[in-house]
């Protein structure tokens, strides 16, 4: 990826006034703010009976500074597209984000202390239910990681520049995403990404590997191109000084490196172990000695009026018209790899839609994605072998409008998985592709094969799982998957290394939750269903059987999930037998996707029978690795055969 070469607008915390602060603002004593924000983040977990106010306390002058100095944010408005980004990644920590909502006038005293409860929008981890959170943090290691999407579009992309401030906590900068975070930020030189360590040496269970050693964690950093500041963080004036000097750097990001003390300013909870994750044991001498109540308000700086023309230009010479994108045409009995038709399809549809923005993870040449960065070399982000970045970066890209498409081989992509599932909590729209799917990628072996991905995507809450079986429907997918915005969540689209045969019109449709009846009659004894590589399997087995006498149906099921209950449902009353084949594990596919259909207690269950890959394959031919898997032609016949015969 080249380097951002966008010309830097005048940066928040020196436009308005020195200090950073706004120039109408009135004297804020930032020591009794950051006390407010520690007896409100004590009285919420007490009044819930849980939560993690420790946790909280020690990050009470980072956050208090932040918001009072720093931050840009119009809370009336929150998709203002100047609007900085607060991600707080140690998510646990959210009764004090919600102690600096109710600080700013967001929300009401009432409503923080409805904090953990039924139908409260204050969860335990913070969630875009709220409309000033952009995504659910908690599960640690993912703030920074989706920052670093935030702040690779604002400097490749965005047309009003804005920071991305994260708070995280010392135990999650072991986590290995957090490591491939600071490696693209720091070689992408993101400036306007601000790191805030809360360094309280204590993690869960007892200490964190390097305590208070704020040395071990500057090396680290500085390892991977960043700027370090070291500072006491309970010093408002110190954090506010760091502040400023990471407001100053331009030619890479910035970590603050706080000292902090957990459960700081109550002595019983003060640095001591085994108080995480606890309300504190006397929450009402704690606000005593924490100075008692306060009503502090605090006015945060409203980023400048959004630009005439907010949205991204095309790129090319074509001008966007509205119109749907020129997708690729084949010739109908040509042999044509899916992920092909996936490459081709995307550039007409970044072609037709400035937002769509493609990741890869170093892949580009197998997946196709080369296609799009040549054709649209700006919307194009390489995040090298680094599949956690690359799917967090994207849901950090969505935030700000953006439609991405991320792409790996499909067994790779399940290295970010748990980013996945924290989309999904996230609320997130994102776009993943996985080629080189199954046994059918041949001798690369087991090592690249995704065997199982059918099956994580599905459990995935809200996604769409798609697995096309030629270019036609390849390329229409992928523009489906661009164009719907009712489409909620996490989208998988599935594709081939090997060529199938086209065997679909260019004009044909595919709607999620649909299949395609691609042979049928009035005598069919047997439904072969079918995705992907095994649909020309199981039509060639069709062909086969009809030669012995034997009718049978093909079923095209092409969208995994919502699947299309409806025509499976005909297809059982119809045949009364239904054999389902696929490349991947037999756990968790496109079995069970149709099995699911049958389970609502109204319809009865038909005899089924599920081909899959039962076996650990090796190296071979792709046909030898079908037959080798019973996948095939002939075993599907075979199976047809012996499930006719059961009767």
Same mark, same amino acid.
């Given at each position: 990826?080249?380097?951002?070469?966008?010309?830097?607008?005048?940066?928040?915390?020196?436009?308005?006034?020195?200090?950073?602060?706004?120039?109408?603002?009135?004297?804020?004593?930032?020591?009794?703010?950051?006390?407010?924000?520690?007896?409100?983040?004590?009285?919420?977990?007490?009044?819930?009976?849980?939560?993690?106010?420790?946790?909280?306390?020690?990050?009470?002058?980072? !956050?208090?500074?932040?918001?009072?100095?720093?931050?840009? @944010?119009?809370?009336?408005?929150?998709?203002?597209?100047?609007?900085?980004?607060?991600?707080?990644?140690?998510?646990?920590?959210?009764?004090?984000?919600?102690?600096?909502?109710?600080?700013?006038?967001?929300?009401?005293?009432?409503?923080?202390?409805?904090?953990?409860?039924?139908?409260?929008?204050?969860? $335990?981890?913070?969630?875009?239910?709220?409309?000033?959170?952009?995504?659910?943090?908690?599960?640690?290691?993912?703030?920074?990681?989706?920052?670093?999407?935030?702040?690779?579009?604002?400097?490749?992309?965005?047309?009003?520049? @804005?920071?991305?401030?994260?708070?995280? $906590?010392?135990?999650?900068?072991?986590?290995?995403?957090?490591?491939?975070?600071?490696?693209?930020?720091?070689?992408?030189?993101?400036?306007?990404?601000?790191?805030?360590?809360?360094?309280?040496?204590?993690?869960?269970?007892?200490?964190?590997? @390097?305590?208070?050693?704020?040395?071990? +964690?500057?090396?680290?950093?500085?390892?991977?191109?960043?700027?370090?500041?070291?500072?006491?963080?309970?010093?408002?004036?110190?954090?506010?000084?760091?502040?400023?000097?990471?407001?100053?750097?331009?030619?890479?990001?910035?970590?603050?490196?706080?000292?902090?003390?957990?459960?700081?300013?109550?002595?019983?909870?003060?640095?001591?172990?085994?108080?995480? $994750?606890?309300?504190?044991?006397?929450?009402?001498?704690?606000?005593?000695?924490?100075?008692?109540?306060?009503?502090?308000?605090?006015?945060?700086?409203?980023?400048?009026?959004?630009?005439?023309?907010?949205? =991204?230009?095309?790129?090319?010479?074509?001008?966007?018209?509205?119109?749907?994108?020129?997708?690729?045409? +084949?010739?109908?009995?040509?042999?044509?790899?899916?992920?092909?038709?996936?490459?081709?399809?995307?550039?007409?549809?970044?072609?037709?839609?400035?937002?769509?923005?493609?990741?890869?993870?170093?892949?580009?040449?197998?997946?196709?994605?080369?296609?799009?960065? &040549?054709?649209?070399?700006?919307?194009?982000?390489?995040?090298?072998?680094?599949?956690?970045?690359?799917?967090?970066?994207?849901?950090?890209?969505?935030?700000?409008?953006?439609?991405?498409?991320?792409?790996?081989?499909?067994?790779?992509?399940?290295?970010?998985?748990?980013?996945?599932? !924290?989309?999904?909590?996230?609320?997130?729209?994102?776009?993943?592709?996985?080629?080189?799917?199954?046994?059918?990628?041949?001798?690369?072996?087991?090592?690249?094969?995704?065997?199982?991905?059918?099956?994580?995507?599905?459990?995935?809450?809200?996604?769409?799982?798609?697995?096309?079986?030629?270019?036609?429907?390849?390329?229409?997918?992928?523009?489906? !998957?661009?164009?719907?915005?009712?489409?909620?969540?996490?989208?998988?689209?599935?594709?081939?290394?090997?060529?199938?045969?086209?065997?679909?019109?260019?004009?044909?449709?595919?709607?999620?939750?649909?299949?395609?009846?691609?042979?049928?009659?009035?005598?069919?004894?047997?439904?072969?269903?079918?995705?992907?590589?095994?649909?020309?399997?199981?039509?060639?087995?069709?062909?086969?059987?009809?030669?012995?006498?034997?009718?049978?149906?093909?079923?095209?099921? +092409?969208?995994?999930?919502?699947?299309?209950?409806?025509?499976?449902?005909?297809?059982?009353?119809?045949?009364?037998?239904?054999?389902?084949? &696929?490349?991947?594990?037999?756990?968790?596919?496109?079995?069970?996707?149709?099995?699911?259909?049958?389970?609502?207690?109204?319809?009865?269950?038909?005899?089924?029978?599920?081909?899959?890959?039962?076996?650990? =394959?090796?190296s071979a031919t792709p046909d030898e690795q079908l037959h080798d898997a019973g996948i095939d032609a002939e075993a599907i016949a075979?199976?047809?055969?012996?499930?006719?015969?059961?009767?």
């Amino acid at each position: 990826m080249t380097h951002s070469t966008r010309p830097r607008a005048a940066d928040n915390g020196t436009a308005d006034a020195p200090g950073g602060a706004p120039a109408d603002a009135p004297d804020l004593d930032l020591h009794e703010l950051a006390q407010q924000l520690r007896v409100d983040s004590v009285r919420a977990a007490a009044e819930a009976g849980s939560g993690h106010p420790t946790s909280s306390m020690s990050a009470a002058e980072l !956050m208090a500074v932040l918001i009072a100095r720093q931050l840009r @944010y119009d809370f009336s408005e929150p998709q203002h597209p100047g609007n900085d980004h607060l991600v707080l990644s140690k998510g646990h920590a959210s009764p004090l984000l919600y102690a600096a909502y109710k600080a700013v006038g967001a929300i009401t005293d009432e409503e923080l202390l409805t904090f953990r409860k039924r139908h409260s929008r204050l969860e $335990g981890h913070p969630t875009p239910r709220l409309p000033w959170v952009d995504v659910a943090t908690g599960s640690l290691g993912q703030g920074l990681p989706i920052a670093v999407g935030m702040a690779l579009a604002e400097a490749r992309l965005a047309e009003q520049p @804005y920071r991305t401030w994260v708070v995280c $906590g010392d135990s999650e900068m072991a986590e290995g995403s957090v490591t491939e975070a600071l490696e693209q930020a720091g070689y992408d030189r993101l400036d306007r990404l601000t790191l805030i360590v809360d360094v309280n040496r204590l993690g869960q269970r007892g200490p964190t590997r @390097y305590g208070w050693d704020l040395d071990a +964690y500057a090396r680290r950093l500085e390892a991977h191109d960043w700027h370090t500041v070291q500072v006491d963080g309970h010093d408002p004036d110190a954090v506010d000084a760091a502040y400023r000097e990471a407001v100053a750097v331009t030619d890479r990001p910035t970590a603050i490196l706080a000292r902090t003390v957990k459960g700081q300013g109550v002595a019983a909870v003060a640095d001591r172990e085994g108080k995480h $994750g606890k309300p504190l044991p006397d929450a009402h001498s704690a606000v005593a000695e924490l100075g008692g109540r306060r009503n502090l308000r605090v006015t945060v700086r409203t980023p400048d009026a959004p630009p005439a023309q907010a949205a =991204p230009a095309a790129s090319g010479d074509a001008e966007p018209d509205g119109s749907a994108p020129r997708l690729p045409v +084949y010739e109908r009995g040509a042999r044509v790899a899916t992920r092909d038709a996936f490459g081709e399809a995307l550039v007409a549809v970044g072609e037709a839609h400035p937002e769509v923005v493609v990741l890869d993870g170093e892949v580009g040449d197998s997946t196709r994605t080369r296609a799009f960065a &040549e054709a649209h070399p700006e919307r194009f982000f390489e995040c090298y072998i680094a599949e956690q970045q690359l799917v967090a970066a994207a849901v950090g890209m969505q935030t700000r409008g953006w439609v991405p498409y991320a792409s790996s081989f499909g067994a790779f992509l399940e290295r970010g998985y748990e980013f996945v599932r !924290m989309a999904a909590v996230s609320r997130a729209r994102i776009n993943l592709v996985g080629s080189h799917a199954g046994v059918a990628i041949g001798e690369d072996g087991p090592s690249q094969m995704a065997l199982e991905d059918l099956a994580a995507f599905r459990a995935v809450h809200g996604s769409t799982v798609l697995h096309p079986c030629d270019a036609h429907q390849t390329a229409r997918l992928v523009a489906t !998957m661009a164009e719907s915005d009712w489409l909620g969540g996490v989208r998988y689209l599935r594709t081939l290394r090997g060529a199938t045969p086209v065997i679909y019109d260019p004009e044909e449709r595919f709607p999620i939750g649909g299949s395609k009846v691609l042979r049928s009659s009035d005598i069919d004894e047997v439904t072969l269903v079918a995705a992907g590589v095994t649909v020309p399997e199981a039509l060639l087995a069709a062909e086969a059987l009809a030669a012995d006498g034997i009718a049978a149906r093909v079923v095209d099921l +092409y969208s995994v999930k919502p699947v299309d209950t409806a025509t499976l449902r005909e297809a059982a009353a119809r045949t009364g037998r239904l054999l389902t084949v &696929e490349d991947h594990h037999p756990e968790g596919g496109l079995g069970d996707a149709v099995l699911d259909a049958f389970t609502d207690g109204r319809h009865a269950l038909p005899r089924l029978r599920r081909l899959a890959v039962r076996e650990l =394959p090796g190296s071979a031919t792709p046909d030898e690795q079908l037959h080798d898997a019973g996948i095939d032609a002939e075993a599907i016949a075979g199976a047809a055969r012996e499930l006719i015969a059961s009767d």
